[in-house]
């Protein structure tokens, strides 16, 4: 039952966390990766997003590949599709590992322009923090390639009301 009501409503990237805030521990089954829950996304939708954002990080621009296989790279759902979220471009953004936990944990998200918005509850001192994080306040997302699908007002106005946390940063004075 836990393992359902995690794939109905949250993003598979927040499973492992949510377990771990309950002491729950899910044991793989034999089944799951049969199950019809998680059949319900659009297989093809990662390759269409990653190629739209030409296999770059929307946010901070990583393209790490492992002779031709990108690695680290991810389609992430702005409206989760456990939220009538469809599997489309105009629903995606490519980010990297890091990136796509902080935007589904809600200290990352995407504003008007296209813009790059940081939580201002979000903590970090160290030199990683401040560049791969905090510096991202309000620079503008990269991509999607011309021809492409951006993401829609609809599901940025959706991800900001729903999942980001509190007001975004000022961009950081120039």
Same mark, same amino acid.
């Given at each position: 039952? $836990?393992?359902?009501?995690?794939?109905?409503?949250?993003?598979?990237?927040?499973?492992?966390?949510?377990?771990?805030?309950? *002491?729950?521990?899910?044991?793989?089954?034999?089944?799951?990766? &049969?199950?019809?829950?998680? /059949?319900?996304?659009?297989?093809?939708?990662?390759?269409?997003?990653?190629?739209?954002?030409?296999?770059?990080?929307?946010?901070?621009?990583?393209?790490?590949? +492992?002779?031709?296989?990108?690695?680290?790279?991810?389609?992430? =759902?702005?409206?989760?599709?456990?939220? *009538?979220?469809? *599997?489309?471009?105009?629903?995606?953004?490519?980010?990297?590992?890091?990136? =796509?936990?902080?935007?589904?944990?809600?200290?990352?998200? +995407? /504003? *008007?322009? @296209?813009? +790059?918005? #940081?939580?201002?509850? &979000?903590?970090?001192?160290?030199?990683?923090?401040?560049? =791969?994080?905090?510096?991202?306040? /309000?620079?503008?997302?990269?991509?999607?390639?011309?021809?492409?699908?951006?993401?829609?007002? #609809?599901?940025?106005?959706?991800?900001?009301?729903?999942?980001? @946390?509190?007001?975004?940063?000022?961009?950081?004075? $120039?």
């Amino acid at each position: 039952m $836990a393992r359902v009501l995690l794939e109905l409503n949250f993003p598979p990237s927040l499973h492992g966390d949510l377990c771990e805030a309950v *002491d729950l521990e899910l044991e793989p089954t034999e089944s799951e990766q &049969f199950s019809a829950v998680r /059949g319900r996304g659009d297989p093809r939708m990662r390759g269409r997003v990653l190629t739209a954002y030409e296999y770059q990080c929307a946010f901070g621009g990583y393209d790490g590949r +492992i002779g031709t296989l990108p690695v680290g790279l991810e389609a992430a =759902h702005v409206r989760w599709w456990a939220f *009538d979220g469809p *599997d489309d471009v105009g629903n995606g953004l490519c980010l990297c590992s890091l990136h =796509h936990k902080l935007f589904d944990k809600g200290v990352l998200g +995407i /504003g *008007d322009s @296209h813009r +790059i918005l #940081v939580s201002q509850r &979000f903590v970090g001192h160290s030199p990683a923090a401040r560049e =791969h994080v905090i510096a991202l306040a /309000g620079r503008p997302s990269i991509g999607p390639q011309p021809g492409a699908s951006p993401v829609a007002a #609809v599901h940025r106005s959706w991800h900001t009301s729903q999942v980001f @946390h509190g007001s975004p940063r000022p961009a950081p004075a $120039a």
